[in-house]
């Protein structure tokens, strides 16, 4: 039984905490005071449903702190899950806040072993051992998604951990001691190529979302079935019938940022695919949206801003893009369903709380993913949804 703090209270963070707190001693460090009440009254800060049954039910040795003294001192491991994104002027990931707490974690405790599981560029790793003089850094990438970050824990596709020595043997078995699912490949590696391992796994899929994308922009502007076509493509078990669902594009917070960043790394390295990704996507919602304009609707009613079903966040959501590209056309009105927004414009756009209101005043309504809720006005909706499917 280890001490194990951990830095950041998001879905990386806290599905992390609750892993490892049902045999370890955890403390969450978050800036959020507000983040750390709710964990320690074991209310979830955010909507993933196997993270509010856990601290609910479960027995977890859990707390969280705003207290960065409290949380680091006697630590046997420093976990650090704080956000990285993509910086678009400067062409990389903003890594300051992970490098913010290696300096703080080193300040109160030269011991624990650091690890980092916000992702980072590939070489980030390595950069911070030689800047810090320390050997004590290691990188692990994670592999969860929004929504359902603990079960992915629970069930891991892999543990991967950038480094071969027994400390990380160690930290790979915390992992899996964790984990419901006992018959995982644990892959210890260099510490470039975990963070390589991270990047090129989202780019796969991004690049699996955009193929299908495009195989349904060509479908749809030809007057094909994209659905027929798409069962048959995926009867090929070397390509296989799942994430093959065509959607406005990719969003959230991973792949957007993820491709980017790889993309940025092959500067001077031959290569095609990974910037035609990203343009393949930026391509797609342009599609999406000159599809709205072609049928000359009044109004556009948006039909909630969450990226997929299950989730509470529309950062970097595709339709966001799809709403801009409308705006700046200028030729319809937009109002907004959202219910996780309270205040009554977005973006200076109308949000329309009551969803029979939404429904009456919309002309057209864009659909990402279908739901019960568009029950009786499907003739009204635009979705490019196809299996129901996230």
């Known amino acids: 039984m280890g001490r194990l703090t951990i830095v950041g209270a998001g879905y990386v963070g806290l599905s992390l905490a609750v892993l490892l707190s049902q045999h370890n001693d955890v403390v969450v460090l978050d800036i959020d005071s507000q983040k750390a009440d709710k964990i320690n009254h074991r209310v979830s800060p955010i909507r993933d449903p196997d993270i509010e049954n856990f601290l609910k039910s479960k027995k977890l040795s859990l707390k969280a702190t705003a207290d960065k003294e409290e949380a680091y001192n006697d630590a046997d491991y420093i976990i650090i899950a704080t956000p990285t994104n993509y910086d678009h002027d400067k062409a990389a990931f903003d890594t300051s806040s992970v490098e913010q707490v290696i300096e703080e974690a080193l300040f109160y405790n030269k011991k624990a072993l650091i690890v980092i599981k916000s992702t980072v560029p590939v070489g980030f790793t390595e950069s911070m051992r030689e800047r810090f003089g320390v050997s004590n850094i290691l990188f692990s990438p994670e592999f969860l998604r929004e929504g359902k970050a603990l079960y992915d824990n629970l069930y891991p596709s892999r543990i991967v951990v950038g480094d071969k020595t027994k400390e990380a043997k160690n930290f790979a078995k915390l992992l899996l001691d964790g984990a419901i699912k006992k018959d995982v490949p644990v892959l210890l590696t260099g510490s470039s190529e975990a963070e390589a391992i991270k990047l090129f796994s989202n780019a796969y899929l991004a690049m699996r979302v955009a193929f299908f994308n495009e195989l349904d922009t060509f479908a749809e502007l030809k007057g094909l079935d994209t659905k027929e076509i798409i069962e048959g493509v995926c009867l090929e078990p070397r390509i296989g019938n799942f994430y093959n669902n065509p959607s406005f594009g990719y969003g959230g917070y991973c792949l957007p940022k993820d491709t ?52 509470d966040n529309f950062r970097t959501s595709s339709i966001l893009d799809i709403i801009n590209i409308l705006k700046n056309q200028g030729k319809t009105d937009i109002i907004i369903y959202e219910p996780l927004i309270e205040e009554d414009t977005y973006e200076g756009l109308r949000v329309v709380n009551s969803l029979e209101d939404f429904k009456r005043q919309s002309d057209l309504i864009l659909a990402n993913r279908k739901d019960n809720d568009l029950e009786g006005v499907e003739h009204k909706v635009y979705t490019r949804d196809l299996f129901n499917d996230n």
């Open 260 to 311: 980017s960043q790889l993309a940025s790394q092959f500067n001077g390295i031959p290569h095609e695919i990974m910037t035609a990704i990203v343009k393949s996507n930026q391509i797609r919602k342009e599609h999406i949206a000159n599809m709205v304009i072609r049928k000359k609707p009044k109004t556009v009613g948006i039909y909630k801003l969450v990226m997929k079903k299950g989730s």
